[in-house]
């Protein structure tokens, strides 16, 4: 499981509080999780109802959102597109 480094905007961490996660992404796993033409953050962006942005230089995806939907984006990541093979 990849390691995370999160920062709560909020100090309720009821679902319904702000939240951001900082998920660290291998080079190599960069593309899947963006798609061709942003296409798969874009959709997962949607389906999860959170902001994603993608910083390519250092690895890193910010997750931002009510708190229960960026956790549930953040456990499909990591169970679907940055699973370990």
């Given at each position: 499981m990849?390691?995370i480094?999160?920062s709560m905007?909020?100090t309720?961490?009821?679902?319904?509080?702000e939240?951001?996660?900082?998920v660290?992404?291998?080079?190599?796993k960069?593309g899947?999780?963006i798609g061709?033409g942003g296409?798969?953050v874009?959709s997962?962006?949607?389906?999860?109802?959170?902001?994603?942005?993608?910083?390519?230089?250092?690895?890193?995806v910010?997750?931002?959102?009510?708190s229960g939907?960026?956790?549930?984006?953040?456990?499909?990541?990591?169970l679907?597109p940055?699973?370990s093979?």
């Amino acid at each position: 499981m990849l390691p995370i480094t999160s920062s709560m905007h909020s100090t309720d961490f009821a679902a319904g509080a702000e939240c951001v996660i900082y998920v660290p992404v291998p080079q190599d796993k960069v593309g899947r999780l963006i798609g061709k033409g942003g296409e798969k953050v874009s959709s997962m962006s949607k389906e999860f109802h959170t902001k994603i942005e993608v910083d390519t230089k250092q690895g890193l995806v910010k997750l931002s959102g009510l708190s229960g939907d960026v956790h549930a984006l953040h456990t499909h990541l990591i169970l679907g597109p940055l699973a370990s093979e």
